[in-house]
Nanobody, 114 residues
């Protein structure tokens, strides 16, 4: 069973920063890991992803502001979010793909508001 545990969400003012963390088992066993987000009434969309080989990709809306990274020794994937905007408000989910299956964390709320 794959377990993904997120942390790091919270309330932040526009222009602020947050760092999300996703801890799992040996993260290099996953083909790809990513962060998705879902705002109320909207679909869940990809924010950023990192492959086993270390390649990354980002949604256009977060390019230049968000950075996905990993610490293999800590089995942790991070999402550094800078210059946050109110439209970044959503529940953020960690995702991992393993043996052609997708696994999800429980989600962490990020609220950007003054």
């Amino acid at each position: 069973q794959v377990q993904l545990v997120e942390s790091g969400g919270g309330l932040v003012q526009p222009g602020g920063s947050l760092r999300l963390s996703c801890v799992s088992r040996t993260i290099l066993s996953f083909n790809i890991m990513g962060w998705y987000r879902q705002a109320p009434g909207k679909q869940r969309d990809l924010v950023a992803a990192i492959t086993r080989g270390g390649s990354t990709n980002y949604a256009d809306s977060v390019k230049g502001r968000f950075t996905i990274s990993r610490d293999v020794a800590k089995n942790t994937v991070y999402l550094q979010m800078n210059t946050l905007k109110p439209e970044d408000t959503a529940v953020y989910y960690c995702n991992a793909n393993f043996s052609s299956k997708d696994y999800w964390g429980q989600g962490t709320q990020v609220t950007v508001s003054s």
